[in-house]
């Protein structure tokens, strides 16, 4: 994507941790640390926000123990890096993509732009749009429905471009759930934010990790998500 898009694109958003936890012992880790524990602020404040969601939300792994995840180690074993640096431990969800995650931290240390390439996580980014948090999840056929009529207020999208979306990856051959199909558009939707609607979490100056890569997460809304 980032070859075809790379240095035309005005902003990329991706589901996928960008800026990355080091170690409790670390003096260049910025990261919340709280009750021997270390967090990136960001996934703090978008469990705040999203509400009951919040479970939507895994804990980022640090950037050792994704680096052992992609190189093929069991769950436990990155697991327990990842409690010895941090102080948690790690989903098996958060281990089975830190290939991506890998890869996506070794794109913006090497040619990628980070403030091009850009972090986003579908469930704030429909909060932000609703003005509300959701109700229902996203596995459900209410929780479809009720991200679909959020998808429908935002003036670039078009009614059932969803469906359209879906008959094009059926007739490639790709096998897609349609939750990942609505959550491809809310990112889409965000990345093309006018720049007045386009907004951070934290709203503040973000926090960088310790090779300098914003942890943050970016919405698009006509106000200030309220995570206080």
């Known amino acids: 994507m980032w070859d075809h898009y790379g240095t035309s694109a005005r902003r990329i958003v991706v589901d ?8 409790l012992e670390s003096d260049a880790c ?15 404040l978008a469990r705040t926000v999203i509400g009951s969601r919040y479970r939507s939300v895994f804990t980022a792994p640090a950037r050792e123990a994704a680096k052992l995840a992609a190189a093929g180690a069991d769950h436990s074993e990155i697991s327990d890096r990842n409690e010895e640096l941090t102080g948690k431990r790690l989903t098996q969800q ?20 980070p403030e ?10 429909f909060r932000a749009l609703s003005g509300s948090p959701l109700e229902h999840s996203k596995h459900t056929a209410a929780g ?5 009529a959020v998808l429908r207020g935002v003036d670039e999208y078009t009614c059932e471009d969803w469906q359209r979306v879906a008959r094009e990856l059926g007739r490639e051959g790709h096998r897609i ?14 990345a093309c934010a006018p ?15 310790a090779e300098g890569l914003p942890m943050q997460m970016v919405y698009r809304s006509e106000t200030q998500l309220t995570h206080e």
């Open 144 to 148: 479809v429905e009720e991200r679909l």
């Open 30 to 44: 910025s990261c919340v640390e709280e009750d021997g524990e270390l967090s990136r602020r960001c996934d703090d």
């Open 94 to 113: 958060a281990a089975s993509i830190s290939a991506g995650i890998v890869e996506v931290d070794d794109l913006l240390l090497c040619d990628g732009n």
């Open 177 to 190: 759930g349609l939750d990942d199909v609505l959550d491809a558009f809310v990112l889409a939707l965000t």
């Open 16 to 23: 996928v941790p960008i800026g990355l936890c080091e170690s």
């Open 195 to 209: 720049v007045a609607e386009f907004r951070r979490l934290p709203s503040d100056p973000p926090r960088t990790d």
């Open 116 to 125: 091009v390439l850009v972090e986003g996580h579908p469930e704030v980014c």
